[in-house]
T-cell receptor, first 112, second 113 residues
Framework: RKEVEQDPGPFNVPEGATVAFNCTYS??????FFWYRQDCRKEPKLLMS???SGNEDGRFTAQLNRASQYISLLIRDSKLSDSATYLC?????????????FGQGTILTVHP | EAGVVQSPRYKIIEKKQPVAFWCNPI?????LYWYLQNLGQGPELLIR????????DSQLPKDRFSAERLKGVDSTLKIQPAELGDSAVYLC???????????FGPGTRLLVL
């Protein structure tokens, strides 16, 4: 089983739609969680950290469920510029402190 | 502020040839990472440096891959000899410390023919 699993999509949604991505992880020792965004042929960039209480940044909301070991990202009022691959990322800590484990990514295409 | 710089951006070589990639991290960032990203996959860590010390190289295929960060700033990643399966994007990232956010460079796209 992969450490981090994501639905690869692609998700094709119209502008203004709400879209949600889920991600599951297998290592219960995982301590830190993130969503990264990667545009086509570009490097990954940190979108937001994910906190246990859930957190929001503008149109983006991230949730963490430790009991079920999944993370979600909700995008409201989708924009054309949101089209990208969204990577679910975690860090275990301990001797692997600082090591990020990435999911394969979920492709989002927002169309007019 | 300049971001992580990598060169070359693209490299095409024949199999069995050597190849080297260079990374200059963000100024002041002590932690440096090399990742490999295959098409349709997320990046996978190859090696992590704290200053000049490689603190995690468990995923680095040491029979053909090597890396160095001699003065704790710039780093090079080398493959010798390259194989067809090494075709991928090699990403360098840096952070202030292991706890800090990681910032990625644009990557080097390697094609082995």
């Amino acid at each position: 089983r992969k450490e981090v699993e994501q639905d690869p999509g692609p998700f094709n949604v119209p502008e203004g739609a709400t879209v949600a991505f889920n991600c599951t992880y297998s290592n219960s020792a995982s301590q830190s969680f993130f969503w990264y965004r990667q545009d086509c042929r570009k490097e990954p960039k940190l979108l937001m950290s994910v906190y246990s209480s859930g957190n929001e940044d503008g149109r983006f909301t991230a949730q963490l469920n430790r009991a079920s070991q999944y993370i979600s990202l909700l995008i409201r009022d989708s924009k054309l510029s949101d089209s990208a691959t969204y990577l679910c990322v975690l860090s275990v800590g301990g001797t692997s402190y600082g090591k990020l484990t990435f999911g394969q990514g979920t492709i989002l295409t927002v169309h007019p | 502020e300049a971001g992580v710089v990598q060169s070359p951006r693209y490299k095409i070589i024949e199999k069995k040839q050597p190849v080297a990639f260079w990374c200059n991290p963000i100024s002041g960032h002590n932690t440096l990472y090399w990742y490999l990203q295959n098409l349709g996959q997320g990046p996978e860590l190859l090696i992590r440096y704290e200053n000049e010390e490689a603190v995690d190289d468990s995923q680095l295929p040491k029979d053909r891959f090597s890396a160095e960060r001699l003065k704790g700033v710039d780093s090079t990643l080398k493959i010798q000899p390259a194989e067809l399966g090494d075709s991928a994007v090699y990403l360098c990232a840096s952070s202030l410390d292991p706890n800090g956010s990681q910032y990625f460079g644009p990557g080097t796209r390697l094609l082995v023919l």
